[in-house]
T-cell receptor, first 113, second 112 residues
């Protein structure tokens, strides 16, 4: 079975631009979470979606938004990019909302110049 | 204060050595506990869950002390392939979500 997939793998943007990152969960998994990992730190929670609804949000500004589609795939959008948004963006899927075991995709490495 | 704190290392140990990592968490409402492993420029991968009774998976032993809010990971007979960053993780309820909260990771290098 395929694991969590994310696209694109790498992205270079300039300050002020907008970016959309995509994630497909493991088949049968209904919950998707997004994390940001800056160099030298552990991943930080951004959002969790379950059954197409936002179920939790971390401490990130409103420039960050996400959605989940009927097929459980998800998109993360970041507007008005800042240099500090440069990071590895990780998507994780889990079977249900209350299941803690999460499986990560390979991530999208975003560089903001 | 960070919610999950780990010694960043790096730990440089010879093959065959035993190495222990420690982690403390601040939120007593934390519900589940894990160790993840992350190779350089790769995604985190679940190494093992951690239970109060302690659990073992081959050369790896994890322990949880809820009273002290302390988690440990012991690696015996280290292999070169164990070189990675080890992330201590707890789950905390955020709204109706269960979010993973990560420590900053402890870097391990096993030397030949």
């Amino acid at each position: 079975d395929a694991g969590v997939t994310q696209s694109p793998t790498h992205l270079i943007k300039t300050r002020g631009q907008q970016v959309t990152l995509r994630c497909s969960p493991i088949s049968g998994h209904k919950s998707v979470s997004w994390y940001q990992q800056v160099l030298g730190q552990g991943p930080q929670f951004i959002f969790q979606y379950y059954e197409k609804e936002e179920r939790g949000r971390g401490n990130f500004p409103d420039r960050f938004s996400a959605r989940q589609f009927p097929n459980y795939s998800s998109e993360l959008n970041v507007n008005a990019l800042l240099l500090g948004d440069s990071a590895l963006y990780l998507c994780a899927s889990s079977l249900f909302r209350g299941v803690d075991e999460q499986f990560f995709g390979p991530g999208t490495r975003l560089t903001v110049l | 204060r960070k919610e999950v704190e780990q010694d960043p290392g790096p730990f440089n140990v010879p093959e065959g050595a035993t190495v222990a990592f420690n982690c403390t968490y601040s939120n007593s409402a934390s519900q589940s506990f894990f160790w993840y492993r992350q190779d350089c420029r790769k995604e985190p991968k679940l190494l093992m869950s951690v239970y109060s009774s302690g659990n073992e998976d081959g050369r790896f032993t994890a322990q949880l002390n809820r009273a002290s809010q302390y988690i440990s990971l012991l690696i015996r007979d280290s292999k070169l392939s164990d070189s990675a960053t080890y992330l201590c993780v707890v789950t905390i309820s955020s709204g109706s979500a269960r979010q993973l909260t990560f420590g900053s990771g402890t870097q391990l290098t096993v030397l030949p």
